[in-house]
């Protein structure tokens, strides 16, 4: 992911400006790109600093780059700014990891020194090739400012760790040309290759023509030599660029993650699009026909608001991978901020990955269902569990005996009867709208209900993640779970940005408890509904709410009683960087 050429020429003329607007949710701040600022050291005791997510030690990160396993270490490459807490000067940092969980920092294995890419080294991924090589392909912008596409190997295979990156001397090996009419500012993120019958390689690479988002194909049979297909393997007007595409199978028989050249008649495939014009990221479930090289979402699958999206919070440039290890398919995403820049200056960093994923197909095949990796468990202490309790009407119950800022919550709701259910109205349509209208302190009869996360002592900060349920306009028997994560009140800093996300969870509570699992870090909470069929991550800057004086409760703002049991648990703090 980069932003818009046209503005990096006029950043010379700007430097006199303090912000210069690139992107939806990215500025250039000219004057602290490359500087070395005293706050820019993590302090001793920073409140908003995460226990167990990823994030390096200092300074500004984006989008997760080319996740893999290489000889059983896992390795995480992203975009990082070493000389400040703003975006700018981008290079791929690099971690690695035998567990998921903590990380060991190394030197950047990508920046800026050949022409190819001497304004900037973006976003990209890596493919591993049939002898076992790990290949990175990632985005440059040469002297002209086009965007284009570059290769680099391992200069040392022994070495697990992977420190040492080398460019081919071929470099650029994808470019734009009058002849393949490719937007010269709008080419990037090239994904990981995928090896077809014909024993071809092929990959897709983001772009856009007019306002048209797509997925530009290309072939290779040597990795070395690429070749434009006629058409793309997917677009669709009207949404514009597509940054970060992520194209994937996904078994309709197995929870395993499958390689990412897997086809056969129990395959479905999954194409992801980070919109830049909305910062949104949609993903459609679909068929890849191989032999015309062309992916047909299924029906009622599109990238828009009211299609799919892994994340319905701050989540951004996603990245997959296939963890030959065990068989899975694990999900990285860039967290962005909601705290203002003279926030994160003050504490010295800006942005975090989100937790790591596992990925399958749902029974439906329908939709995704995700969950956290399994290894973070293992930093799980002190459990506290939540017997079977009913939580009558407008009842507050706190979590005793965890770490409040830093806990992983497990609960499941009940509710044995339905018949006083909301009507749902026809024009509800979208969730995040919805959740603001009703939100933590309007009350129904079935909801709001879940769990307060960062309460403050006095209760004027919370962060509210919670379940409504409604009845169906047309059909007595059919329920409307909507799944919120009410921000509104969960800061007295004026200055961050505290809005309120929603999605609409695919879930009977006629037939099934209503789950819930939150991941609360200091300054994130990752929240997964229905066992991991939607998703919403919130980032949260309490001004009382932070260290021994955060709190956390279960709660029912309804007026019917639901059932609650599950667990919760304090969480170790991992080895990150």
Known sequence: MIFSLWQFCLLSLLLSFGVIELQASHHVYSNLQTTQLASTHPQAKDPYRTGYHFQPRKNWINDPNGPLIYKGIYHLFYQYNPSSVVWGNIVWAHSTSTDLVNW????????????????????????????????ILY?????????????????????????????????????????????????????????GPDKRWRLIIGSKRNHRGLAILY???????????????????????????????????????????????????????????????YYTIGTYNVSKDIYIPDDGSIESDSGLRYDYGKFYAS???????????ILWGWINESSSVSGDIKKGW??????????????????????????????????????????????LHEVIGVTAAQADVD???????????????????????????????VKGALGPFGLLAFVSKDLKEKTAIFYRIFKSHNNNN????????????????????????????????????????????HSIVESFGGKGKECIT????????????????????????????????????????
Request: with cysteine; glycine share 4%; net charge positive.
């Open 411 to 441: 609960v499941a709701f009940e509710i044995s009867d339905l018949k006083k259910a909301e009507v749902m109205d026809p024009s509800w349509t979208n969730a995040q709208l919805l959740c603001s209208k009703k939100g933590t302190s």
């Open 219 to 281: 072939r290779s049979k040597d990795f070395m030599h690429w070749t434009k297909a006629k058409h793309p393997l997917y677009s669709t007007p009207k949404n514009g660029m597509w940054e970060c595409p992520d194209f994937f199978p996904v078994s309709k028989t197995k929870l395993l993650g499958l390689d990412t050249s897997a086809i056969g008649p129990d395959v479905k495939h999954v194409l992801k699009v980070s919109l830049d014009n909305t910062r949104k990221e």
């Open 350 to 395: 800006s942005g975090l990955q989100a937790i790591p994923r596992t990925i399958v197909l749902d029974k439906s095949r329908k939709q995704l269902v995700q969950w956290p990796v399994v290894e973070l468990e293992k930093l799980r202490t002190n459990e506290v569990k939540l017997p079977s309790t009913l939580l009558k009407g407008g009842s």
């Open 104 to 135: 060991i920092p190394h030197e950047a294995a990508i920046y800026p020194s050949i022409l190819s890419d001497i304004n900037g080294c973006w976003s990209g991924s890596v493919t591993i090739l049939p002898s076992g090589k790990p290949a």
């Open 478 to 521: 059919k329920y409307v779970v909507l799944m919120c994560s009410d921000q509104s009140r969960s800061s007295l800093n004026p200055d961050n940005d505290m809005t309120t996300y929603g999605t609409f969870v695919n879930v009977d509570p006629l037939h099934e408890k209503l789950s819930l699992r939150s991941l609360i870090d």
């Open 319 to 329: 990245k997959t991978f296939f963890d030959s290890a065990k068989n899975r398919r």
């Open 538 to 577: 919130a980032r949260v800057y309490p001004t009382l709410a932070v260290d021994g004086d955060t709190h956390l409760y279960a709660f029912n703002y309804g007026s019917e009683s639901v059932k609650i049991a599950g667990s919760a648990w304090s969480m170790k703090t991992a080895k990150i960087n």
């Open 139 to 195: 985005t440059g912008i040469n002297p002209d400012k086009e965007q284009v596409q570059n290769l680099a190997f391992p200069k040392n295979l022994s070495d697990p760790f992977l420190r040492e990156w080398v460019k081919v001397p071929q470099n650029p090996l994808m470019a734009p040309t009058q002849a393949n009419q490719i937007n010269a500012s709008s080419f990037r993120d090239p994904t990981t290759a995928w090896l």
